[in-house]
């Protein structure tokens, strides 16, 4: 087994949303400089994720932000967009990585020694980082889309299928920002 140096953690936030980016984050930590209470995201408060954000973006050797846009997803599909966005945050990382370790069960076309890991970010803690600055990241895009668009409650739902989303959709009509390849917004869309 080679005795990797600098080990990169990628994971992303955005897949199952209707509106919104996906966003992906890939983070090499400091062996030196241990963070405390990394893991998946989604097991995190808020508040916890901000604070652990800001610890990771101090305490890292790199990270970075990866993200690929609503054309870009209606255009490929979810998972092509999310392996582009994976790549994006690949390719900007200030330190090339000797090894990729990636939340879930495939890697994205890179020139990487890479490695899928199935619920990884519970698992591995540069993944656990990557997931908590790309969900805090898209969290925070939500808000400011709330605030462009006050009557879809997007600060609440962060763009997921929600009743509250759904109905309104159905009330107000399909924005920009919905991903118009996904089935419940394709449903609400005039027929061409």
Known sequence: MPDYKMIAGVDEVGRGPLAGAVVTAAVILDPANPI?????????TAARREKLAIEIREK???WSLGRAEVEEIDQLNILWATMLAMRRALDNLSIHPDLVLVDGNRC???P???EAIIKG???IPAIGAASILAKVTRDAEMVVLAEQYPLYGFA?????PTKAHIQAIQEHGVLPCHRQSFKPIKNLLPSP
């Open 36 to 44: 405390v209470g990394l893991t998946d995201s989604k097991k995190l």
């Open 60 to 62: 890292a050797l790199a």
């Open 108 to 110: 994205p076309d890179a």
């Open 112 to 114: 990487y020694n890479m």
């Open 121 to 123: 970010d519970a698992k």
């Open 156 to 160: 609440g739902h962060k763009g997921y």
